[in-house]
């Protein structure tokens, strides 16, 4: 075939590939679909793209993008959703407004307003609400914590209940708790890790911030600045301190 390939009699849509837009109805309806059974099931939707195999096989919700096999698969009455990687977003039924770039990103996602990009970003997440992760495995467990953000491979990576609300900046941070190679951080709330490997001190903690490449927190409530080979703090302008000073070598003092 050579020169331009023109379809007519198809709502201003374009189909290419078996079955694809099988069901769909010929009214205007602005949707395009490129590979076998690609928006297979659409009937009256508008504004759909799917490309590749099964890409929005079930959508009957308007404005959906799927690319890649299987992207948004199941989605049937979600709408505005982008999924683009082999399986993106594919158990996601009637959420809305999710982002899922990468294969198997969003992969379990059934809520809304999540954004994950990377290899497995946030695969496992099911009903948690809100939360972005930027890069390869970043928050892959969240399942119902929410309001997270983790930027970074494995950033958060087995954080999955919890009431959330945190933010992980580095490779693997957040990701794990305790000594040594650590273990798999699953429950945190409100706390903060910025810096390669940052681990809180245990699980279940909330509003715990630690910052430093490889820093352990001190628990709830504490913030941690530096790592074991930190020999000096600097900190300009007025330091203001409420309560008690401490030192582990000496008594509480005022």
């Not at 909330?206 to 703090?233: F, K």
Request: proline share 0%.
């Amino acid at each position: 075939i050579s020169g331009r390939v023109s379809q007519v009699g198809l709502g201003d849509s374009t189909f290419f590939g078996y079955l694809a837009g099988n069901s769909t109805s010929t009214s205007n309806k602005r949707c395009a679909a490129f590979g076998n059974l690609a928006l297979y099931l659409n009937v009256s939707s508008l504004d759909n793209t799917a490309i590749g195999e099964r890409a929005l096989f079930r959508t009957t919700g308007s404005g959906n993008t799927g690319v890649g096999s299987t992207a948004l698969g199941n989605n049937t009455s979600g709408t505005n959703n982008v999924a683009i990687g082999d399986d993106a977003l594919r158990s996601s039924v009637t959420a809305s407004t999710n982002t899922a770039v990468g294969a198997q990103s969003l992969y379990s996602v059934t809520s809304s307003a999540n954004v994950g990009v990377g290899y497995r970003a946030l695969e496992g997440g099911t009903t948690g609400v809100s939360n972005t992760g930027l890069g390869a495995y970043s928050l892959r467990s969240a399942d119902t914590s929410s309001f997270n953000t983790a930027v970074g491979n494995s950033a958060m990576e087995f954080i999955a209940s919890g009431n959330g609300r945190n933010v992980a900046v580095g490779v693997s941070s957040g990701s794990n708790y305790g000594t040594g190679a650590g273990i798999a951080l699953t429950v945190c709330n409100d706390s903060i890790f910025i810096g390669d490997s940052t681990r809180a001190l245990g699980t279940g903690g909330s509003n715990e911030i630690v910052i430093g490449q490889g820093a352990l927190g001190n628990g709830s409530n504490t913030i941690t600045l530096g790592n074991a080979d930190n020999e000096e703090t600097h900190l300009t302008g007025v330091l203001v301190l409420e309560g008690f000073c401490y030192s582990p070598s000496k008594e509480k003092r005022d």
